[in-house]
């Protein structure tokens, strides 16, 4: 028997992995539902039950006055479940790096204040992209949509001026007390500084995978490039559970060819399309520098 022999069953243990990986996850979400549920959620450790207390989205929210303190409405066991993505008409449809490219550039003032609502504008894109990488994405970006809707919701609240820029918010937090520095206030959402910060966490994942796909060869391996990028950027804030549920979201991607579609999405020729996807990552580069300037300089990159 020469190691030759093990070629052919490469696909074999890819399936026997994913099958691993799929119990693996199924034990994950069970967890997080049933056992888990004050302790784990996707991006760290806070309730997952807030995520019931949230509207879903922008526009339903906008239909409703804002609740004041909403309590989390954990009378149905439907508030404990991870939130799913309830939109399927929006995968990959409408996704445009344009756009995703003018609301980063957008979000940053020349003074360097970072904008709260063109930030939310461009991770709204973001979402769209991550929609088309497949249905096991969805619990990362239905996670990332619980973390929009608090930050809107702060928007829109009675000290929604001060949530106009990640500045004025941090001020505002961290005179009010606001800020958990060792652990959540219990029995309030989470702060805007906490959320913010997970979301700039997430930023520099997709950063850092848009930034390979733009610059690797015709021929690489995007879930390789996507699992590089994690283990970079986000794997580090990340419990064991959630680094196999990623691990598995990462084996099941779409090709190169097809992610280059998807992000050329809008026409032109290919050239254009990979200088527009650069121009993408420059500018959410450049946001995401001055968010993690900021928060450096508050000792606030690592909260609870
Ligand atoms: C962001 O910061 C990194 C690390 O300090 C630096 O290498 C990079 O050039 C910066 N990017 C932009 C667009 O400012």
Not at 140 to 154: D, F, H, P, V
Not at 182 to 188: E, H, K, M, V, Y
Not at 250 to 264: D, G, K, T, V, W
Request: positive net charge.
């Amino acid at each position: 028997m020469g190691v030759t022999g093990w070629a052919p069953t490469r696909l074999c243990r890819l399936a026997c992995l994913v099958g691993i990986f799929l119990l693996l996850l199924l034990l994950c979400f069970s967890s997080l539902r049933l056992q888990l549920p004050s302790s784990t959620c996707i991006w760290g450790v806070r309730p997952c039950r807030w995520i019931g207390g949230v509207p879903p989205s922008k526009e339903d929210a906008e239909r409703k006055p804002p609740p004041s303190a909403s309590p989390p409405s954990a009378a149905t066991g439907a508030a404990l479940l991870p939130q799913t993505p309830s939109k399927p008409q929006d995968l990959g449809e409408g996704f445009q790096v344009g756009r995703l490219q003018r609301a980063f550039a957008d979000s940053l003032t020349p003074s360097g204040q970072i904008l709260i609502r063109e930030y939310l504008s461009g991770w709204k894109e973001l979402v769209k992209f991550m929609d088309s990488l497949g249905a096991a994405f969805g619990l990362i970006s239905g996670e990332t949509r619980t973390k929009m809707a608090i930050l809107q919701e702060n928007q829109r609240g009675p000290h929604g001026a001060h949530y106009r820029t990640v500045q004025s918010m941090v001020r505002f937090e961290l005179a009010r007390g606001l800020v958990g520095f060792q652990s959540l206030p219990a029995g309030r959402p989470p702060s805007g500084c906490r959320t913010f910060l997970r979301l700039h966490r997430a930023l520099k994942w997709l950063e850092l995978f848009l930034l390979k796909l733009g610059t690797s060869p015709e021929d690489a391996d995007p879930s390789r490039m996507c699992a590089d990028a994690y283990q970079e950027a986000l794997a580090p804030y990340h419990s064991w559970w959630v680094r196999q549920a990623a691990a598995l979201a990462f084996l099941a991607m779409p090709s190169q060819r097809e992610l280059y579609r998807i992000l050329n999405a809008g026409g032109g020729d290919e050239d254009k399309g990979l200088r527009r996807l650069l121009d993408t990552v420059h500018s959410i580069a450049h946001v995401y520098n001055a968010t993690q300037e900021l928060y450096a300089a508050h000792g606030m990159l690592a909260l609870p």
